[in-house]
């Protein structure tokens, strides 16, 4: 077990906590956390008051209607079959061509909502390390509604990631290969006795459990022939074991032969000791910072093993470490975009964000949910940051903290950002050549999460029906009118409530300095405003 840290803990351990196992939150939020002191605290993330029925999903997206929908779609099917016989071929494609349309758009709606329904969740929600856990799980399993298409399936996959966020990583695995969603993504659909497809067989063992290194190619051929004849029932979502499609043939996974189908292949990877190293590993990088020692990975992966794969004793272990507090953890995480969001209008005591607005940030930041780049999920860490994408989260800041008064890449002058971003240590957050990573995970930048649709003009248009019923934060609460007199308590009020950190001392002069040269004859809110954009803009401020 990871060497532990004692239960008195400071704010800002606290913050840390709330940070990482969550998407931050209020003072406030932070202050009932620390009272709990730090084993009550972490226990109240693990177990929390509210179940994953804490809101409801869209109607579309229950079982039933979904199977309503489809029979709809069926009987449309083949009212137009009969519709188009009578018709000339450039009519019948004509009418074709329309119904697709159609169901395009009726999808496109779906998706939007299902996107909006998980950010408010994140923002809103009781539990925030299970929505926490359900977005590791979405890059981990990641799959795209680019390639599944329905969105009620991707709900449905949002939804088995919730319910098993800190539960079974095991059992997860399993349930995770029969997901319609999953099975659409890897192709396992198509997987038939004869004709494996081996996208599935090989994920499993390189990005969902072991890593690579630790199978042969024989062993995905061999598996692939396992998972065949799993099919999915596109009237209802379900997903049976066709066996006429299986390989009831014998196959030999790890050097143990049988005839195995795909549950068997997936107990057999979980016999392996590098399944536990492997998700220990990633959980501490995720959670915690790059690179775990290998002792540290030894130790966890122990944990993991005792508790049969449960995650939640896992996580316990990494929120109690003295290492998780150490202070080349601590605000020392770049934020993902998603991050980046949902806790700056937490920070900012937002119940909300500007309509239609988070999904414009999220294209252009680089992570749209739903919408990973490929199998491998999204590059983390560096990746998020090059110049394109610092400035625009200057901007998106600006947006948010500034109401309508001013349009994103209005709100803080071009010139001075791009100053801003030069000025400090911004070039140790950036790739040399502002790319994502080469590899498997090369592409999960902006411009590929922007996709052909979100046009310059598409953004402008959205940002300016957003900024008409956008009044920003509620600066009297933030900032009241008697601690505007005294600029050094303010802007240590405002620091501890965006960086939970002391501040560098030049920073602090920084922001002492631009509150006093902004003052008139009171300290407005538009004035308060400008500062904590300017401290929002900072590269301090992207790293949690």
Same mark, same amino acid.
């Given at each position: 077990?990871?060497?532990?840290?004692?239960?008195?803990?400071?704010?800002?351990?606290?913050?840390?906590?709330?940070?990482?196992?969550?998407?931050?939150?209020?003072?406030?939020?932070?202050?009932?956390?620390?009272?709990?002191?730090?084993?009550?605290?972490?226990?109240?993330?693990?177990?929390?008051? !509210?179940?994953?029925?804490?809101?409801?999903?869209?109607?579309?997206?229950?079982?039933?209607?979904?199977?309503?929908?489809? /029979?709809?779609?069926?009987?449309?099917?083949?009212?137009?079959?009969?519709? @188009?016989?009578?018709?000339?071929p450039e009519e019948a494609e004509k009418a074709k061509k329309n119904v697709n349309q159609t169901e395009q758009r009726e999808n496109r709606q779906h998706g939007i909502e299902g996107q909006g329904w998980w950010f408010?969740?994140?923002?809103?929600?009781?539990?925030?390390?299970?929505?926490?856990?359900? +977005?590791?799980?979405?890059?981990?399993?990641?799959?795209?509604?680019?390639? $599944?298409?329905?969105?009620?399936?991707?709900?449905? =996959?949002?939804?088995?990631?919730?319910?098993?966020?800190?539960?079974?990583?095991?059992?997860?695995?399993?349930?995770?290969?029969?997901?319609?969603?999953?099975?659409?993504? +890897?192709?396992?659909?198509?997987?038939?006795?004869?004709?494996?497809?081996?996208?599935?067989?090989?994920?499993?063992?390189?990005?969902?459990?072991? &890593?690579? &290194?630790?199978?042969?190619?024989?062993?995905?051929?061999?598996? %692939?022939?396992?998972?065949?004849?799993?099919?999915?029932?596109? =009237?209802?979502?379900?997903?049976?074991?066709? *066996?006429?499609?299986?390989?009831?043939?014998?196959?030999?996974?790890?050097?143990?032969? &049988?005839?195995?189908?795909?549950?068997?292949?997936?107990?057999?990877?979980?016999?392996?000791?590098?399944? %536990?190293?492997?998700?220990?590993?990633?959980?501490?990088?995720?959670?915690?910072?790059?690179?775990?020692?290998?002792?540290?990975?030894?130790?966890?992966?122990?944990?993991?093993?005792?508790?049969?794969?449960?995650?939640?004793?896992?996580?316990?272990?990494?929120?109690?470490?003295?290492?998780?507090?150490?202070?080349?953890?601590?605000?020392?995480?770049?934020?993902?975009?998603? /991050?980046?969001?949902?806790?700056?209008?937490?920070?900012?005591?937002?119940?909300?964000?500007?309509?239609?607005?988070?999904?414009?940030?999220?294209?252009?930041?680089?992570?749209?949910?739903?919408?990973?780049?490929? !199998?491998?999920?999204?590059?983390?860490?560096?990746?998020?940051?090059?110049?394109? @994408?610092?400035?625009? *989260?200057?901007?998106?800041?600006?947006?948010?903290?500034? &109401?309508?008064?001013?349009?994103?890449?209005? %709100?803080?002058? $071009?010139?001075?950002?791009?100053?801003?971003?030069?000025?400090?240590?911004?070039?140790?957050?950036?790739?040399?050549?502002?790319?994502?990573?080469?590899?498997? *995970?090369?592409?999960?930048?902006?411009?590929?999460?922007?996709?052909?649709?979100?046009?310059?003009?598409? !953004?402008?248009? !959205?940002?300016?029906?957003?900024?008409?019923?956008?009044?920003?934060?509620?600066?009297?609460?933030?900032?009241?009118?008697?601690?505007?007199?005294?600029?050094?308590?303010?802007?240590?009020?405002?620091?501890?409530?965006?960086?939970?950190?002391?501040?560098?001392?030049?920073?602090?002069?920084?922001?002492?300095?631009?509150?006093?040269?902004?003052?008139?004859?009171?300290?407005?809110?538009?004035?308060?405003?400008? +500062? $904590?954009?300017?401290?929002?803009? @900072?590269?301090?401020? =992207?790293?949690?």
């Amino acid at each position: 077990m990871l060497p532990q840290a004692p239960d008195p803990w400071t704010i800002y351990e606290a913050a840390h906590l709330l940070n990482r196992a969550g998407f931050g939150g209020s003072p406030s939020d932070i202050k009932t956390l620390h009272a709990l002191g730090r084993t009550k605290a972490v226990d109240s993330l693990l177990k929390p008051a !509210v179940g994953p029925d804490e809101f409801a999903m869209p109607e579309w997206c229950t079982p039933a209607k979904m199977a309503e929908d489809m /029979q709809e779609r069926i009987a449309q099917f083949r009212k137009l079959r009969e519709e @188009t016989k009578n018709m000339t071929p450039e009519e019948a494609e004509k009418a074709k061509k329309n119904v697709n349309q159609t169901e395009q758009r009726e999808n496109r709606q779906h998706g939007i909502e299902g996107q909006g329904w998980w950010f408010r969740s994140m923002l809103h929600t009781r539990a925030p390390l299970r929505e926490k856990m359900t +977005l590791f799980w979405h890059d981990h399993f990641a799959t795209s509604i680019q390639k $599944v298409k329905q969105p009620v399936l991707m709900m449905m =996959q949002n939804d088995l990631f919730r319910r098993n966020a800190t539960g079974n990583f095991r059992q997860l695995t399993h349930e995770i290969a029969k997901n319609p969603a999953m099975m659409l993504y +890897l192709d396992t659909q198509n997987s038939k006795s004869g004709k494996p497809n081996e996208n599935f067989a090989r994920e499993v063992m390189e990005l969902f459990t072991l &890593g690579e &290194g630790h199978y042969t190619e024989q062993d995905i051929h061999e598996a %692939a022939r396992a998972f065949t004849g799993y099919q999915l029932n596109r =009237q209802n979502g379900t997903v049976f074991h066709n *066996r006429r499609q299986w390989d009831d043939g014998e196959k030999t996974v790890f050097g143990k032969t &049988g005839k195995f189908d795909g549950d068997d292949v997936v107990n057999l990877i979980f016999e392996q000791p590098q399944a %536990a190293k492997f998700m220990a590993a990633k959980l501490w990088e995720y959670f915690a910072a790059d690179n775990p020692p290998p002792a540290a990975v030894e130790s966890m992966a122990a944990t993991f093993r005792s508790a049969n794969y449960e995650v939640a004793p896992l996580l316990r272990e990494i929120f109690l470490s003295k290492q998780f507090y150490a202070e080349e953890v601590m605000r020392n995480q770049i934020k993902c975009p998603i /991050q980046f969001l949902v806790q700056m209008l937490k920070q900012l005591d937002l119940n909300q964000a500007p309509q239609g607005y988070t999904m414009i940030a999220q294209q252009q930041l680089g992570q749209v949910l739903f919408n990973p780049p490929n !199998v491998a999920g999204w590059d983390w860490g560096k990746a998020w940051i090059n110049t394109n @994408t610092l400035l625009t *989260r200057y901007n998106v800041a600006g947006f948010i903290t500034k &109401g309508a008064e001013k349009a994103p890449g209005q %709100a803080l002058p $071009v010139d001075e950002s791009m100053a801003m971003a030069r000025k400090s240590d911004d070039s140790e957050m950036m790739d040399d050549d502002d790319k994502p990573n080469a590899g498997k *995970r090369k592409g999960g930048g902006v411009q590929a999460a922007l996709g052909k649709k979100a046009t310059p003009e598409k !953004v402008a248009m !959205v940002t300016e029906v957003a900024a008409r019923n956008w009044r920003g934060p509620d600066y009297d609460r933030i900032a009241p009118r008697e601690l505007r007199k005294r600029h050094e308590d303010l802007v240590d009020s405002l620091a501890l409530r965006f960086f939970q950190a002391p501040l560098a001392d030049k920073n602090r002069k920084r922001f002492i300095a631009f509150a006093e040269e902004k003052e008139g004859v009171v300290f407005t809110n538009h004035e308060v405003a400008e +500062l $904590v954009h300017l401290m929002l803009s @900072t590269p301090e401020y =992207q790293l949690t």
